[in-house]
Nanobody, 114 residues
Framework: QVQLVESGGGLVQPGGSLRLSCLASGFTFSSYTMSWHRQAPGKERELVARITPVGIITNYVDSVKGRFTISRDNAKNTVYLQMNSLKPEDTAVYYC???????WGQGTQVTVSS
């Protein structure tokens, strides 16, 4: 069955960096668009970034442009989100999504706080 397993979240100080990973299985990863989303407390889930099967990045939410980078390694069935210059407002649960049907990972908490 389809599985998406996120990792790499944690507590980081403002200005710090984290790299999230999402390991996919159960479908042909290299054939599908993947995306990262986040949901902060009391807010709706929002798209952060999206990447096509061949690595074309089609979306970044304005608030992360220039700070976050989405990438993928089709040989490793993994999509990444490199997050630099983190801000307290980046605090959220981050989810990866496979655009194969509509599958989501369980989420990984990112907390930016001093």
């Amino acid at each position: 069955q389809v599985q998406l397993v996120e990792s790499g979240g944690g507590l980081v100080q403002p200005g710090g960096s984290l790299r999230l990973s999402c390991l996919a299985s159960g479908f042909t990863f290299s054939s599908y668009t993947m995306s990262w989303h986040r949901q902060a407390p009391g807010k709706e889930r929002e798209l952060v970034a999206r990447i096509t099967p061949v690595g074309i990045i089609t979306n970044y939410v304005d608030s992360v442009k220039g700070r976050f980078t989405i990438s993928r390694d089709n040989a490793k069935n993994t999509v990444y989100l490199q997050m630099n210059s983190l801000k307290p407002e980046d605090t959220a649960v981050y989810y990866c999504r496979a655009h194969y049907g509509d599958y989501w990972g369980q989420g990984t908490q990112v907390t930016v706080s001093s």
